[in-house]
């Protein structure tokens, strides 16, 4: 699977963003798929996933309630709605799916920067 992560830009704090994720590759239909940050010098953090039928997700405490994680099998895609943007949701946001217990592709990051 090759992923394309777009949809990022710079927002004021309030306001809402939808991810994209385009995926290509014939595992689409079976990959689990998730949605992660990094903000520099600090560690990748996970924050939504969603499995591979689209009937099960989970999110970090930190977005619950706020983000949306969902795919569109039909163009194989997942989206990331983000709701009530915060300055410290700024970072790189990067796309990941897995067919097994690790994910093991990644898209290449798309940046959302959030102003006070």
């Known amino acids: 699977v090759q992923l394309q992560a777009y949809g990022g830009g710079l927002v004021q704090a309030g306001a809402s963003l939808r991810l994209s994720c385009l995926a290509s590759?014939?595992?689409?239909?079976?990959?689990?798929l998730a949605w992660f940050r990094q903000i520099p010098g600090q560690e990748r953090e996970f924050l939504a996933g969603?499995?591979?039928?689209?009937?099960?997700?989970y999110y970090s405490d930190s977005v619950k309630g706020r983000f949306t994680i969902s795919r569109d099998s039909a163009k194989n895609t997942v989206y990331l709605q983000m709701n009530r943007l915060k300055p410290e949701d700024t970072a790189v946001y990067y796309c990941?799916?897995?067919?097994?217990?690790?994910?093991?592709?990644w898209g290449q990051g798309t940046q959302v920067t959030v102003s006070s």
């Open positions: 990941a799916s897995r067919l097994g217990s690790k994910y093991d592709y």
């Open positions: 590759g014939r595992d689409f239909s079976k990959s689990a």
């Open positions: 969603i499995n591979y039928s689209g009937e099960r997700t």
